[in-house]
């Protein structure tokens, strides 16, 4: 299996501009996971699916983020309007359903807001 | 929930010694503790993980320890070298039906000199 796919790998926007970002889990996970990585917060994680249904969106910041998970291998989290302050890495990670706990990362998604 | 407290936040060794990275977690229900390398601009990929039916596990240069009573646990990596050079992460979860959260501890940047 490639892994958990991510694109863009790098984005540098306009502050206010819509950003999508994309993720294809590992083929069979049942669980897909949004973090963000920031210097000063370190890991956030930001949603989690499984089979496809939005279990926990605690970590969402705020309404200008949201995520969707269409299909079992596609799942976007978009941000609109975006601001500087979401400048980060964004992770795409899977794993399987319990009893099997490892999660396994995407590259990330490396995104600048100007 | 749970909170994951990772220390130190910076390391730095001579090749050929030993490394030691400790965790406490708060939430004694906590039973899957799985450890994390990132590499610069890279993702985080599982190391070790260790479950509470265990108190120590050992993959080559490798191991974790773990006390569940104190609530903390540990990696240990000797003989270091200078590709061991990274940000490691820890991690906490309760392997529940509604999924597979971890929480991260903030992370320790080793350096290894050689």
């Known amino acids: 299996d490639a892994g958990v796919i991510q694109s863009p790998r790098h984005e540098v926007t306009e502050m206010g501009q819509e950003v999508t970002l994309r993720c294809k889990p590992i083929?069979?996970?049942?669980?897909l996971f949004w973090y963000r990585q920031t210097m000063m917060r370190g890991l956030e994680l930001l949603i989690y699916f499984n089979n496809n249904v939005p279990i926990d969106d605690s970590g969402m910041p705020e309404d200008r983020f949201s995520a969707k998970m269409p299909n079992a291998s596609f799942s976007t989290l978009k941000i609109q309007p975006s601001e500087p302050r979401d400048s980060a890495v964004y992770f795409c990670?899977?794993?399987?359903?319990?009893?099997?706990?490892?999660?396994?990362f995407g590259e990330g998604s490396w995104l600048t807001v100007v | 929930g749970e909170n994951v407290e990772q220390h130190p936040s910076t390391l730095s060794v001579q090749e050929g010694d030993s490394a030691v990275i400790k965790c406490t977690y708060s939430?004694?229900?906590?039973?899957?503790f799985p450890w994390y390398k990132q590499e610069l601009g890279k993702r985080p990929q599982l190391i070790i993980d260790?479950?509470?039916?265990?108190g120590e596990k050992k993959d080559q240069r490798i191991a974790v320890t773990l006390n569940k009573t104190a609530k903390h646990f540990s990696l240990h990596i000797t003989e270091t070298q200078p590709e061991d050079s990274a940000v490691y992460f820890c991690?906490?979860?309760?392997?529940?039906?509604?999924?597979?959260?971890?929480?991260f501890g903030g992370g320790t940047r080793l350096m290894v000199k050689p």
């Open positions: 083929s069979g996970h049942d669980y």
């Open positions: 939430d004694s229900a906590s039973n899957y």
């Open positions: 260790i479950r509470s039916n265990v």
């Open positions: 990670a899977s794993s399987l359903d319990r009893g099997r706990n490892t999660i396994y």
């Open positions: 991690a906490a979860s309760i392997s529940l039906d509604a999924g597979n959260m971890l929480t």
